[in-house]
């Protein structure tokens, strides 16, 4: 459902090829939307072929050339739309929780490992998350498409943020040690 959003989204922020759309989304949007380079490839026809979004024109077409798409009116209308729409917040479904669940009955063996390995994760992605913060939103950067961007990075943030308070706590439940992860 709204990875044809991500895609529409991507595209007004730049035209872009759909190898360009997968490297964009590997550097930002794919922190909060994942998507194959297949996924991506098939969205884009989708996309095209109910008159969303076209591909560029071509100065002279070369065999193997990349082809670059831009957002039609009707996709921006479509894009907009669905930003404005309400969406209830979904339940969290994570294998992690239901392996401590399953852990309170069948025993925590290995539990401390695996939790000290997500430590680890989600302190690797904070610090990723601070760095982007750091070189992308400078102060002086105030406009309220920037503002907004950084509250999208801020949520990514806050979202590490708990999850190691949370593992850590989790942790000492357990009696095992933090130092490790």
Known sequence: MSLPHAILTA???????????????DRSIGY??????QQIYRELGK???AGLIRALPAAQRVRGQKKEYEVLPAGR???A???AAGQDPRPIR?????RLRAAAVIGTEGLGAELRRHLGLHRRQLAEYRAIEERDFLPERDATEDRLRHLVLRGGIELETFWITWLEEALTALGEPLDEA
Do not use: C, M, V
Request: no cysteine; glycine share 2%; proline share 3%.
């Open 47 to 49: 996309l095209e072929e």
């Open 32 to 37: 909060f939307w994942s998507a194959t380079h």
């Open 11 to 25: 595209l007004l922020e730049q035209p872009s090829s759909g190898l360009e759309l997968t490297r964009r989304f």
């Open 94 to 98: 994570d294998a992690l929780l239901l």
């Open 77 to 79: 209308e479509a894009l």
């Open 81 to 83: 739309a669905w930003a």
